[in-house]
């Protein structure tokens, strides 16, 4: 990019999931924003089967072996989503220009604490875990961060642009279409919830 161009405003959402996250770039104005990229990001280390989902190897296994391994694979995952997202920024600022913020889009807010199901209460904590790392990822590289709940993401959209939230998924819809199918449920949250950030 030439010295003497203006750089767009840029802004990265993100559905995450149990060990992934689907990324959507989005620049702006706020008023007609456009997708840049989309991309499927995978946030635990295969060479530590338990980063998938460490609070499951915490109930699944003996005490002293999850005391030891537990902590190997939630630092795992900070490590790759680190990773992972400096990554991402790299690519997306070689390219188009440095970065607004991000959103972090996560299923629920429930704290898994109050969740007395072992098994339920590891998904929830594990709902929130890859979340926050990619966070604290943001964080270390000086990028602002909001996290964001699945259910509000279109309604918080909405509110942001003075418009409907059927209009804000009509929206995105339609701003991935230059990127071909599939064009997922996943990736139009991604899409809204960086359009939030652009709207901020």
Do not use: C, Y
Not at 35 to 44: F, G, I, P
Not at 91 to 115: F, R
């Amino acid at each position: 990019m030439a010295a003497n161009e203006k750089s767009p405003r840029l802004a990265i959402g993100f559905r995450v999931k149990t060990g992934r996250a689907t990324a959507v770039v989005m620049a702006g104005p706020a008023s007609a924003p456009r997708v840049l990229s989309r991309k499927s990001l995978q946030l635990w280390d295969p060479a530590i089967p338990e980063s998938h989902q460490p609070w499951h190897a915490d109930f699944e296994l003996p005490p002293d072996e999850s005391a030891r391994v537990v902590p190997v694979a939630l630092k795992a995952v900070e490590r790759v989503a680190r990773s992972a997202l400096g990554e991402l920024v790299d690519e997306i600022q070689s390219a188009h220009g440095s970065i607004l913020g991000i959103a972090l889009v996560a299923g629920s807010s429930t704290d898994p604490e109050s969740i007395h199901n072992p098994h339920m209460r590891a998904h929830a904590r594990e709902g929130q875990l890859f979340p926050q790392a990619l966070a604290a990822a943001a964080k270390s590289m000086r990028i602002p961060a909001i996290m964001l709940v699945e259910s509000e993401v279109f309604t918080r959209a909405a509110a942001s642009r003075g418009k409907s939230p059927d209009a804000i998924k009509l929206a995105v819809t339609e701003a991935g279409r230059p990127l071909g199918k599939p064009w997922s449920a996943e990736e139009k949250t991604a899409a809204a919830a960086a359009w939030i950030v652009l709207s901020g």
